[in-house]
């Protein structure tokens, strides 16, 4: 049962905060709430069960103890009392009501990536409000310390409640120039999902979920190819799901049984990608054809080598080119592959990433000694525990 509600809330809070922002007008007092409901789940739900709907059992308990707290906080105030009836008459989304539930998230989104906070502050902000991250979590992602992230999420609630920054989704006048940093958000809710940063499970299908319904959201509010390529890119990556963690260990795209992926999924995404490229390249649509051409019948490496070539003139990054490196490695061989890759050590010697590329490319090449010191090394900077069993496998298969 403890199991049980610890997934419930893991699942749920974000979008149950989401919704008590909205309902309550601020960060603070949506965190007590959703606290204050969380203690009244645990002392509920063991006895009575988990309710069928447990995040709108939670909203409305967050809801009344807010309007107890405020009450009780401010027994004589004139206007804490009418704040507590304006809260008590505010309107609950249903539960099946998905459309009202997103847009309480989007707002949230919006409301994190407001032009006013610094970038760094609204990936902090997201990852801890959006997708129920711990300060710890975020500083590990970032390899940054856990105070540093504290701060950063202290001082952007701070700017949000003194700058009186709204919580809406703003209208089509701003919508266009606030977008980018949107779609940024939502992808990093789905690479949250996607490889889970901490926990024994590699995947987080909820998170993945949550992002995919937003993109869809967001295409509904602004017709934007940026939008559709996102969305495009979400569905494709997110079709390999059952492929690519089998048993709770990660299996490389090489490896896995395409027959598993959704083709469902892979349509509409490949339908997508096919609207997106009709018009301007940019960076959502060109990943999205990339993972568009690994088909179910095999990966066309020629093809995914010209799009990373594109992909480095609208976005060039060392991760970029280590991916061009390695698709160059499936085009043209291993040996030509590394000698880019070593290029990279610069950039990129201090991620796990280029260290398991060089490693895999040693291994192809049969230089097993230095195919293991890499993998060493890759496993040194990695803490997401399936992807260390699957250096750990690699190791073993040395």
């Known amino acids: 049962m403890h199991a049980s509600i610890e997934a419930v809330y893991r699942a749920e809070a974000p979008r149950v905060l989401a919704t008590l922002i909205r309902l309550l007008g601020g960060f603070d007092r949506a965190e007590e709430a959703l606290h204050d409901a969380w203690l009244a789940a645990l002392a509920s739900w063991p006895d009575k069960g988990i309710p069928a709907n447990p995040r709108a ?53 919006f409301t994190c990536c407001h ?20 300060t710890e979590e975020i500083a590990a992602a970032y390899l940054t310390k856990p105070v540093t992230i504290a701060q950063r999420i ?44 901490s926990g024994t499970s590699a995947l987080r299908t909820d998170l993945c979920a949550e992002a995919i319904r937003l993109a ?47 083709q469902a999924q892979i349509a509409e995404g490949q339908a997508l990608v096919r ?48 991916n061009r490196a390695v698709a160059i490695a499936m085009r043209d061989g291993a040996e030509i592959g590394l000698k880019l890759v070593d290029g990279l050590e610069t950039a990129l010697g201090d991620y796990r990433l280029w260290h398991a590329a060089r490693a895999d490319l040693l291994r192809r090449l049969g230089r097993m000694d230095e195919a293991r010191a890499a993998y060493e090394a890759a496993l040194a900077l990695t803490t997401q525990p399936a992807e260390r069993r699957f250096i750990e496998r690699r190791l073993r298969a040395l």
């Open 57 to 109: 059992w939670l909203v409305s308990a967050g809801r009344f103890k807010a309007i107890d707290r405020i009450r009780r906080d401010v027994r004589f105030d004139r206007a804490a009392d009418q704040l507590a009836q304006q809260i008590e008459l505010a309107a609950l989304p249903d539960d099946e009501d998905m459309p009202a539930i997103a847009d309480d998230q989007l707002r949230l989104i």
């Open 115 to 134: 032009p006013a906070l610094s970038p760094d502050a609204q990936v902090a902000l997201t990852l801890r409000e959006i997708c129920g991250l711990t």
């Open 154 to 197: 202290v001082r952007a609630k701070a700017k949000i409640r003194d700058a009186g920054i709204p919580y809406v989704v703003p209208g089509p006048e701003e919508l266009a120039e606030r977008i980018e940093a949107v779609l940024q958000v939502i992808y990093l809710v789905f690479n949250e999902g996607y490889l889970a940063s």
């Open 216 to 262: 869809r959201r967001l295409a509904t509010l602004i017709e934007e190819p940026e939008v559709t390529g996102l969305l495009a890119l979400m569905l494709l990556h997110d079709a390999r799901r059952a492929a690519r963690v089998v048993g709770g260990e990660i299996v490389p795209l090489d490896e896995q049984d395409r027959t598993l992926w959704n």
């Open 275 to 322: 609207q997106v490229l009709g018009g301007r390249f940019s960076l959502y649509s060109i990943q999205a054809a990339i993972a568009a051409a690994h088909g179910s019948a095999g990966s066309d490496w020629p093809r995914i080598v010209t799009f990373y070539d594109l992909l480095m003139r609208v976005d060039p990054s060392p991760i970029v080119e280590l």
